[in-house]
């Protein structure tokens, strides 16, 4: 037996966020702005997952990184300050204004050089790659229905040993639904295949709405 995990009521959840290192005014401005959106705001990787993300690119050494879903670009952010002063990231949005937001962002936060933003249907941006291994870093936070694809589509195309992250995994708890509307069944479907796919080693971890790690073998 081990023992019960820590609940994180609120209280403990902004504790948490106030402990995210690296969160410096580039960062903090786009949490203002993204949060005078209104209620898509929701949307916005949180800060302590999103120091969580550089701190994984950075140990992962990574050249190239891809997100699939990318809004105001706060993760973005972390994941190119994350990567290698030559390290490229590739941002997938369908929304061209968001894309313009995340751009400006990216370039007031002094990484913009590093990435390119391309506006359109994720899974018909990553297909149009050659089917390469190429990314050492995945961020997958885009439509729910669309991770069973994300996931296969980015999977030939990640180095040996490259490392997939996967947000919301826990989809608020409905993640147990027994009786699942169409965007917790595609998520249920991600996570019973990742658990006996030989091709990576996962983990899901229990951080904000959930998030998995896949490494490839
Ligand atoms: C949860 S937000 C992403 C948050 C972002 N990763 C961050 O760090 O703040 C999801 C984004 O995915 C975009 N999106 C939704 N469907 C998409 C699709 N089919 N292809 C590309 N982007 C999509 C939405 O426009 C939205 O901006």
């Given at each position: 037996?081990?023992?019960?995990?820590?609940?994180?009521d609120?209280?403990l959840?902004?504790?948490?966020?106030?402990?995210?290192?690296?969160?410096?005014e580039?960062?903090?401005?786009?949490?203002?702005?993204?949060?005078a959106?209104?209620?898509?705001?929701?949307?916005?990787?949180?800060?302590?997952?999103?120091?969580f993300?550089?701190?994984?690119?950075?140990l992962?050494?990574?050249?190239?990184?891809?997100?699939?879903?990318?809004?105001t670009?706060?993760?973005?952010?972390?994941?190119?300050?994350?990567?290698?002063d030559d390290g490229?990231?590739?941002?997938?949005?369908?929304d061209?204004?968001?894309?313009?937001?995340a751009r400006?962002?990216?370039?007031?936060?002094?990484?913009g050089?590093?990435?390119?933003?391309?506006?359109?249907?994720?899974?018909?941006?990553?297909r149009?790659?050659?089917?390469?291994?190429?990314?050492?870093?995945?961020y997958?936070?885009?439509?729910?229905?669309g991770?069973?694809?994300?996931?296969e589509?980015?999977?030939?195309?990640?180095n040996?040993?490259?490392?997939?992250?996967?947000?919301?995994?826990l989809?608020a708890?409905?993640?147990v639904?027994?009786?699942?509307?169409?965007?917790v069944a595609?998520?249920q479907?991600?996570?019973?295949?990742?658990?006996?796919?030989?091709r990576?080693d996962?983990?899901?971890?229990?951080m904000?709405?959930?998030?998995t790690?896949?490494?490839?073998?």
């Open positions: 037996m081990s023992i019960e995990p820590t609940s994180i609120a209280k959840a902004e504790y948490i966020r106030e402990h995210a290192s690296g969160r410096d580039a960062l903090r401005l786009v949490e203002e702005e993204t949060a959106m209104g209620d898509i705001q929701i949307m916005q990787t949180a800060p302590e997952q999103a120091a993300l550089e701190l994984l690119v950075r992962g050494e990574g050249r190239r990184a891809i997100e699939v879903g990318t809004f670009g706060y993760g973005a952010i972390r994941i190119a300050r994350g990567l290698a490229t990231l590739l941002c997938c949005e369908l061209s204004e968001r894309a313009g937001i400006r962002n990216l370039d007031r936060a002094g990484v050089q590093k990435v390119e933003i391309k506006v359109g249907p994720a899974i018909e941006t990553i149009a790659l050659p089917e390469e291994p190429s990314f050492d870093f995945a997958v936070d885009a439509e729910k229905t991770y069973p694809d994300y996931y589509a980015l999977l030939p195309r990640m040996q040993g490259g490392l997939l992250a996967f947000d919301n995994v989809m708890g409905l993640i639904d027994s009786d699942p509307n169409e965007h595609a998520m479907t991600l996570n019973d295949r990742l658990v006996d796919d030989e990576v996962s983990v899901m971890l229990g904000g709405d959930g998030l790690l896949a490494r490839v073998r």
